[in-house]
């Protein structure tokens, strides 16, 4: 169970540091609590042969940011959403890869590890982070009208990946690569209902040596339009999707009274942005691509997310029932689906399971119409399961799971409600050993730890409880509750020799890391 930090972690991490201490401002960087920002001001393209980033580094800093990203209440913990984005995400790496796509070829150390993950906001809007982090606002896939537009924007964000436009920053010279690195701080971790605050937060008052490098942010943006429609192309998606969604964001921007969109407003589009693109288009083949079931179920499940307030559930549910009245199967399906998710919200679970069975029949409608979208779908199976447990039924609902994860076996949303699932019925040592397998292979993964900690509680092991959390607290860079965590792991009085040997070493471990980035921080001010 128990991890130490990789010399590689380490090297990254003094990488990243030795970069913010070559600015004097670099120790000014404001703090605030909101982190996810709908107008992320994307980093500056520069010469590819400065690259002062490596790959390590970059999953350092990309780490680093998702540590505050992940506490702000905003980040959507929807394991469906998660799962449907990294299919989606994952499928178009892979296709790009073995098309041999640019900035893709890379392999062991050197390979970007791409994550995907959703964020609850009307806005639309997608950003990327160092190290291959993909945000996706739900207000994105509220508004995309077909899974290959929502495609275009993934890949967009792939290039911006792909073709180091973070990591080119640092070839710029002094100033003005730090205030880069502080917007790409800043506009993480900036409020996230105030972009034009966040944003002049960002700029800091270096509003100059940021309009000085404004071009090579729109040489950013057409290039990551073109690797993106490759990586679009690559994938089996409809290439009309990106100057399709363009064009839509094009018109938004022209009748919204107040603002402009906010991938507008972080992805700025100019008519030659647009036009290149059409151009591209008009060149290659075209094809009709359907949307997937699960593309239409995730719009359902985003609208519902990003409805903050359940004042406004009625007109949600007004929605739904006008779209599962549409002739159109697939908007039935996605105006069932979403009966059947706010019933379920509001703990009617009659009402839900009626529902569910309708959008099931749905379903069948559009397979029995010779549709090539697939028959199953993980949304609507994982829904089922989420009915069952709700109540009480826990040993249907692993009987249930063993069957659909023998179709999803890479779920996360799955993999988690078996956790949960084996947890209320008793099933503890089943749940422990899973876990402790999933945080061997993943140490840095805040959900396992939690669930982990969560296991041995339950089980009355609380040595192991207090180790766990301690683990979790890492993740989280949160070091001073980490090691209180040992402390109390210590004390517990339940755990064995060998366990309490690999705590005491792995309670060094922690407060050595601590006193490094005690250290670090005093050389930053």
Do not use: C
């Amino acid at each position: 169970m128990l991890w130490a930090q990789t010399d590689n972690n380490r090297i990254a991490q003094d990488n990243i540091d030795r970069a913010m201490r070559s600015s004097p401002n670099s120790a000014g960087i404001p703090q605030v609590n909101r982190p996810i920002q709908q107008s992320l001001v994307l980093p500056e393209l520069g010469d590819s042969s400065s690259i002062a980033l490596s790959p390590a580094d970059e999953r350092q800093l990309g780490e680093r940011i998702m540590r505050e990203i992940r506490r702000d209440p905003d980040f959507s913990n929807d394991l469906i959403f998660y799962d449907y984005l990294n299919t989606i995400g994952q499928a178009l790496v892979r296709a790009a890869r073995k098309d041999g796509v640019p900035g893709l070829d890379g392999s062991g150390t050197f390979a970007i590890n791409f994550e995907l993950f959703g964020v609850r906001d009307r806005t639309i809007n997608a950003f990327a982070l160092p190290g291959g982090f993909i945000g996706v606002h739900t207000g994105l896939i509220v508004a995309a009208e077909s899974e290959s537009e929502l495609a275009s924007v993934l890949g967009h964000e792939i290039g911006h990946v792909t073709q180091k436009h973070i990591a080119r920053m640092y070839g710029q010279q002094g100033t003005n690569s730090m205030i880069a690195l502080a917007s790409i701080f800043l506009a993480v971790i900036a409020a996230s209902r105030n972009p034009n605050a966040a944003q002049g937060i960002a700029m800091g008052g270096q509003a100059l040596a940021i309009q000085n490098q404004l071009s090579y942010s729109r040489d950013a943006e057409r290039e990551a339009d073109r690797v993106g429609l490759q990586i679009l192309q690559s994938g089996g998606f409809d290439v009309q999707g990106m100057p399709d969604f363009f064009q839509r964001m094009q018109r938004a921007n022209s009748i919204m009274e107040s603002g402009v969109p906010g991938y507008v407003r972080s992805h700025p589009l100019t008519t030659d942005r647009i036009a290149d693109m059409q151009d591209r288009v008009r060149d290659l083949p075209s094809k009709k691509v359907f949307s997937s079931i699960e593309f239409y179920l995730l719009k359902a499940r985003a609208r519902l997310t990003q409805t903050s307030s359940s004042s406004n559930y009625p007109e949600l549910k007004q929605y739904f029932e006008s779209l599962a009245r549409k002739p159109d199967l697939s908007k039935q399906l996605e105006g069932q689906y979403g009966l059947t998710l706010l019933s379920l919200k509001q703990g009617r679970l009659n009402d839900a399971e009626g529902q569910l069975q309708k959008t099931r029949i749905i379903l069948q409608n559009l397979v029995s119409q010779g549709s090539p979208i697939q028959k199953y779908s993980l949304a609507i199976e994982s829904t089922g399961i989420d009915l069952l447990m709700a109540r009480g039924q826990h040993e249907a609902a692993l009987k249930q799971l063993s069957q659909v994860k023998s179709i999803y076996p890479r779920s996360r949303a799955l993999n988690v409600t078996t956790v949960n699932a084996q947890l209320k019925s008793g099933q503890y040592d089943q749940a422990i050993a899973w876990l402790k397998t999933q945080s061997r292979s993943r140490p840095d993964e805040t959900l396992w730890w939690s669930l982990l900690a969560q296991a041995y509680a339950q089980s009355g092991k609380k040595a192991l409880q207090h180790a766990a959390l301690a683990e979790k607290y890492v993740t989280e860079g949160a070091w001073v509750g980490a090691i209180e965590q040992m402390k109390l792991a210590k004390l517990a009085g339940d755990a064995d020799f060998y366990q309490i040997s690999e705590i005491d070493a792995r309670a060094r471990q922690i407060q050595d890391s601590y006193r490094q980035e005690l250290k670090n921080n005093r050389q930053n001010q």
